[in-house]
T-cell receptor
Framework: AQSVTQLDSHVSVSEGTPVLLRCNYS??????LFWYVQHPNKGLQLLLK??????LVKGINGFEAEFKKSETSFHLTKPSAHMSDAAEYFC????????????FGTGTRLLVSP | ETGVTQTPRHLVMGMTNKKSLKCEQH?????MYWYKQSAKKPLELMFV???????ENNSVPSRFSPECPNSSHLFLHLHTLQPEDSALYLC???????????????FGPGTRLTVL
């Protein structure tokens, strides 16, 4: 069975400082890993995805994540936070080999202060 | 209209009402999904349709009844719901339901359902 653990329910940063949202996964198979973002009253938008190519994945809006198999982690980072980054972020794992069933983490709410 | 749209965006219903949620995708995809997003809980997959055929029912109570008349439209029919069914219901679509690389799911904005 696959699972995802997002280690922080809330993360607060100041505008212009780095962002780190942590995610650990568990998967019996070679996983695909995703980060989605959800702004208030909006659907989920894909930020980036790992599907066995490069372990450092670059996404939209300056976000990136590194797949570390030895640590079973897929942390999301951004060098400099912007006010518009304030949202809920979800780490997601999927079994790449079979049916595309996404397993979501509980989410991390990112708060950005001026 | 582009992407995945859902109507209504907000719905309040009593426990004896019958209502339906609608989802439409304009992406030419063949798989569609219903998810439930409750406060403090991870998104839960409810149903999957692939090429109009239901391929997954994640032990959803029968008071939720999905319908997929074609690859572009997905409905969720609701009847005799309970207050604990209040949640955000999200629809998504993808090229198909295989786990292949790059088969991204695109989400709609959701319907906020409140059951009184």
């Amino acid at each position: 069975a696959q699972s995802v653990t997002q280690l922080d329910s809330h993360v607060s940063v100041s505008e212009g400082t780095p962002v780190l949202l942590r995610c650990n996964y568990s998967s019996s198979y070679s996983p695909s890993l995703f980060w989605y973002v959800q702004h208030p009253n909006k659907g989920l938008q894909l930020l980036l995805k790992y599907t066995s190519a490069a372990t450092l994945v670059k996404g939209i809006n300056g976000f990136e994540a590194e797949f570390k198999k030895s640590e079973t982690s897929f942390h999301l980072t951004k060098p400099s936070a912007h006010m518009s980054d304030a949202a809920e972020y979800f780490c997601v794992v999927s079994d790449r080999a079979g049916f595309q069933k996404l397993v979501f983490g509980t989410g991390t709410r990112l708060l950005v202060s001026p | 209209e582009t992407g995945v749209t859902q109507t209504p965006r907000h719905l309040v219903m009593g426990m004896t009402n019958k209502k339906s949620l609608k989802c439409e995708q304009h992406l030419g995809h063949n798989a569609m999904y219903w998810y439930k997003q409750s406060a403090k809980k991870p998104l839960e997959l409810m149903f999957v349709y692939n090429f109009k055929e239901q391929t997954e029912n994640n032990s959803v109570p029968s008071r939720f009844s999905p319908e997929c008349p074609n690859s572009s439209h997905l409905f969720l029919h609701l009847h005799t719901l309970q207050p604990e069914d209040s949640a955000l219901y999200l629809c998504a679509s993808s090229q198909d339901s295989s786990g292949g690389a790059g088969n991204e799911q695109f989400f709609g904005p959701g319907t906020r359902l409140t059951v009184l």
